[in-house]
């Protein structure tokens, strides 16, 4: 079975642009979650989405947003960059339940550079 | 708040003896946690799973959780050069909107060096 795949690998933007990255979760998998890591914070998390609909969201402001396809593969976007938007994104994907251990995988990640 | 804390190493242990990883969160109201290891340049690799109080092994892995201390760790026997990466504990916490468990929580990894 496929891992999750995420695109493109490495971006780099300047500050003021947006980027959209793209993440294919796992076959059969309903839920893509996304994350942001960096050195000083760690991994944080962004935002779920589980059957085309947010179903949480971390603490990042409104900046960032995705989007999930009826496909499950989903999108996530960040406009008007700024320099500390630099991170490594990464997305993983599950079968979505709410209970128990719903295991997450990750993608390999997108290496964005904003200069 | 929901915390989760590692103690960020790195953590040297010699080839062929236990390397033992802690963890500690801060929520009562938490729900799984999952061990991930991450080479550096990679992205986090899933472990183990556990849920339930007491030990889990898989392999070379244990998992220990103990609800009432709000602490689970993660033993890996017999260690191996290879086993030298950053190991991140991740906390699944109950959500509060009703619509189920938030996303996961991660501490910050302990950096482990496994000395040949």
């Known amino acids: 079975k496929a891992g999750v795949t995420q695109t493109p690998r490495y971006l780099i933007k300047t500050r003021g642009q947006q980027v959209t990255l793209s993440c294919s979760p796992i076959s059969g998998h309903r839920s893509v979650s996304w994350y942001q890591q960096t050195p000083g914070q760690g991994l944080q998390f962004l935002f779920e989405?589980?059957?085309?609909?947010?179903?949480n969201k971390g603490n990042f402001p409104g900046r960032f947003s995705g989007r999930q396809f009826s496909n499950s593969r989903s999108e996530m976007n960040v406009s008007t960059l700024e320099l500390g938007d630099s991170a490594l994104y990464l997305c993983?994907?599950?079968?979505?339940?709410?209970?128990?251990?719903?295991?997450?995988?990750f993608g390999p990640g997108t290496r964005l550079t904003v200069l | 708040q929901k915390e989760v804390e590692q103690n960020s190493g790195p953590l040297s242990v010699p080839e062929g003896a236990i390397a033992s990883l802690n963890c500690t969160y801060s929520?009562?109201?938490?729900?799984?946690f999952f061990w991930y290891r991450q080479y550096s340049g990679k992205s986090p690799e899933l472990i183990m799973f556990i849920y339930s109080n007491g030990d889990k092994e898989d392999g070379r892995f244990t998992a220990q959780l103990n609800k009432a201390s709000q602490y689970v760790s993660l033993l890996i026997r017999d260690s191996q050069p290879s086993d030298s990466a950053t190991y991140l504990c991740?906390?699944?916490?109950?959500?509060?909107?009703?619509?189920?468990?938030?996303?996961?929580?991660f501490g910050k990894g302990t950096h482990l060096i496994i000395q040949p």
């Open positions: 929520d009562r109201g938490s729900q799984s």
């Open positions: 991740a906390v699944k916490f109950l959500g509060f909107s009703g619509g189920g468990a938030d996303g996961l929580t």
């Open positions: 993983a994907s599950s079968l979505g339940s709410v209970a128990g251990a719903d295991t997450q995988y």
């Open positions: 989405y589980f059957s085309e609909t947010q179903r």
